[in-house]
């Protein structure tokens, strides 16, 4: 009983197959294209870059450390123009006072001013 299977007209092409021709082709580390042909690629296709530009070095003195423990654990928020942030900075650190210590100076000083005065 033994049944023969119906040529389908591949047995030639399967003598003929090699699977090395179906194998991908190796990676090679060459490949890629050189870093400076790909920067002139960039730059004739209008690409800027966005590596960082280095800053010109200025020499600025270091702001005085404002972090200590001190309790208040309470954030208060508000919006206020650069010169007056600057001016209350500046006064925080001519007194050696951190930024919630100088807060708590002031509101104690308009107290003083206003509260009497009603």
Known sequence: ?????????FADALDEFD???WLPAA?????????V???RAAEAAG???REPKAAPLVAKPPDPPRRRRTG???????????ETIEA???IADSQ???????????????EREYTQKS
């Open 37 to 39: 042909e790909t920067s």
């Open 72 to 82: 208040r654990n309470a954030q208060f928020n508000l919006k206020a123009r650069p």
């Open 27 to 35: 990676a090679s580390a060459n490949d890629k294209p050189a870093p």
């Open 1 to 9: 009983m033994d049944k023969q299977r119906a040529d389908l007209g």
């Open 19 to 21: 699977p090395a021709e």
């Open 47 to 49: 690409f800027r870059s």
């Open 96 to 110: 050696g006072w951190g930024l919630g210590e100088t807060l708590e100076h002031a509101v104690a000083l308009l």
């Open 88 to 90: 209350y900075c500046a």
